[in-house]
């Protein structure tokens, strides 16, 4: 079992650029999520996808953010253009939606996003 | 808005029981208790999670109380690794916005 994998790990670009964040949910999962992390906000929920559908996308700061699944075994977030207060950890987590119970999140190793 | 309560550190030493409190007096009658915790920049950890019953794991116990209004997190015997910072959560099924909140701040001492 990988895990959920994300790409890459460290990212430092210059204000005005694109920047991509990749996520590749563990196998099976049906449901993906996307977080960012900072020291003043904590972890929060920016958009997440079931069955490769946006659910729920309130949590996206703005329309400089983007976020596709085209397939259940890959998904993106985008920024463009970047900023420098989008400097963050951003966290790709997934789970298995379908059961009576709740479904836990796993997530992966985090995308740390220097903009400068 | 986090809908718990943690002290903000703790510290425990070496090979004894570290026992996480989180308080959660709103709770609903649908919604589980869960744990994560995150070690120093890498992603959060599941740990465990409950609705009303005790549960244990290789990980850890998660002690809930009758009136489902607190809960502890037990690590039988703490090592070094397990200095991170510790997230209580409460979520219904269907929530999938999992709200962190600051966690608690175990430091395992030698």
């Known amino acids: 079992d990988a895990g959920v994998i994300q790409s890459p790990r460290h990212e430092v670009t210059e204000m005005g650029q694109e920047v991509t964040l990749r996520c590749k949910p563990i196998?099976?999962?049906?449901?993906l999520f996307w977080y960012r992390q900072t020291m003043m906000r904590g972890l929060e929920l920016l958009i997440y996808?079931?069955?490769?559908?946006?659910?729920?996308d309130s949590g996206m700061p703005e329309d400089r953010f983007s976020a596709k699944m085209p397939n259940a075994s890959f998904s993106t977030l985008k920024i463009q253009p970047s900023e420098p207060r989008d400097s963050a950890v951003y966290f790709c987590?997934?789970?298995?939606?379908?059961?009576?119970?709740?479904?836990?999140?796993?997530f992966g190793p985090g995308t740390r996003l220097t903009v400068l | 808005d986090a809908k718990t309560t943690q002290p903000p550190s703790m510290d425990c030493a070496e090979g004894r029981a570290a026992n996480l409190p989180c308080n959660h007096s709103?709770?609903?009658?649908?919604?589980?208790v869960y744990w994560y915790r995150q070690i120093h920049s890498q992603g959060p950890q599941y740990i465990i999670h409950?609705?009303?019953n005790n549960e244990t794991n290789e990980m850890a116990s998660l002690i809930i109380t009758e009136d489902r209004k607190s809960s502890t997190l037990i690590l039988p015997h703490a090592t070094l690794r397990d200095t991170a910072v510790y997230y209580c959560?409460?979520?219904?099924?269907?929530?999938?916005?999992?709200?962190f909140g600051a966690g608690t701040r175990l430091t395992v001492k030698p």
């Open positions: 987590a997934s789970s298995f939606e379908g059961g009576p119970s709740t479904d836990t999140q796993y």
């Open positions: 196998s099976g999962h049906n449901s």
């Open positions: 996808f079931n069955n490769n559908v946006p659910i729920d």
């Open positions: 709103t709770i609903s009658g649908n919604e589980y």
């Open positions: 409950g609705l009303k």
């Open positions: 959560i409460v979520r219904a099924p269907w929530n999938n916005d999992m709200r």
